[in-house]
């Protein structure tokens, strides 16, 4: 079966999607993204999406239900690349993804993980 | 007066279909040199109405058409279904309204990427969604 591969780097995930998803791939990656959090205990995901000519509501609640599950499985979730032409279009749409972090692209989202990571991290040794 | 300078047809009998329909609209309005921000919106409005002929009307077809006028073309694209029909179109049309498990983006969200749109439904007999990109 059709799959999107899901890349390990260190504590994060990191996902490209190149393919134009039909919805039940959409489904799919919900599923092995959510499983593979759990299973490596990683603390943050990467989604970086610049290969997508388009985002339609199906996708843009996928994003978003992505980045709601992996908050509860206390990893966070960063999608990285949108083209400006989706942007636009997205917004038209009525779907602004709140709730959701993004970044320009691969290299600040990693930022803002190891950011996030560094902030509970340290979260940790008040409490303690 | 508006002319038809191609037309064709394509089946939403399944998932698949969207992917390629989205695709055909993609190429067509790549054609047309319409912006990519354009392109994006009338392949988005594609993917939503699209996939509303396949879930609530049970597949259809999508027809296309490209427009010629005294000084612009257009994409003309029309969906099809032999489902249920919408009982309350104006209810269809609200914002976050869905009968289904979708976000209710679908019907309204491609209104707004487009130029022009006309809902024609009966009950029982069908829906059909008809909307033009002009470039």
């Known amino acids: 079966m059709e799959r999107i591969p ?9 996902v490209t999607i190149q ?6 791939l959409a ?5 092995d993204l959510t499983r593979a959090i759990e299973k490596q205990g990683a603390k943050g995901v990467l989604i970086d999406i610049s290969a997508l000519t388009m985002v339609d509501s199906f996708i843009g609640r996928m994003i978003s239900d992505i980045s709601g599950m992996a908050r509860i499985l206390d990893a966070k979730t960063v999608v990285v690349g949108m083209q400006p032409a989706v942007a636009i279009t997205l917004v038209e749409l ?3 993804l709140t709730g959701v972090a993004t970044a320009l692209n691969v290299e600040r989202g990693m930022q803002l993980l190891r950011r996030a990571l560094t902030d509970s991290h340290d979260d940790d040794f008040i409490k303690r | 007066m508006t002319t038809i300078s191609s037309s064709g047809e394509l089946p939403l009998k399944n998932e698949h279909d969207i992917v390629l ?34 879930i609530y009307g049970g597949g ?3 027809k296309w ?14 969906f099809q279904d032999q489902g249920p029909g919408i009982a309350n179109v104006e209810l269809a049309m609200t914002d976050g309204w869905t009968s289904g ?3 209710g983006l679908g019907l309204t969200g491609a209104r707004r990427l487009v130029n022009e749109f006309e809902l024609d439904t009966t009950v029982g007999a069908g829906t059909r969604v008809t909307v033009t990109r002009w470039k």
């Open chain 2, 21 to 54: 329909g989205r695709q055909a609209v993609r190429r067509m309005a790549q054609e047309l040199t319409f912006s990519l921000v354009d392109q994006t919106k009338i392949v988005t409005a594609a993917s939503e109405l699209a996939r509303n002929a396949l």
């Open chain 1, 27 to 31: 489904l799919i990656l919900q599923d």
């Open chain 1, 19 to 24: 393919v134009d998803m039909h919805d039940q």
């Open chain 2, 60 to 62: 259809g077809v999508l």
């Open chain 2, 101 to 103: 498990k979708g976000l």
């Open chain 2, 65 to 78: 058409e490209v427009l010629n006028e005294v000084g612009k073309r257009g994409l003309r694209l029309t």
């Open chain 1, 94 to 96: 009525g779907l602004s």
């Open chain 1, 6 to 14: 899901i890349l390990r780097m260190g504590e994060f995930l990191l």
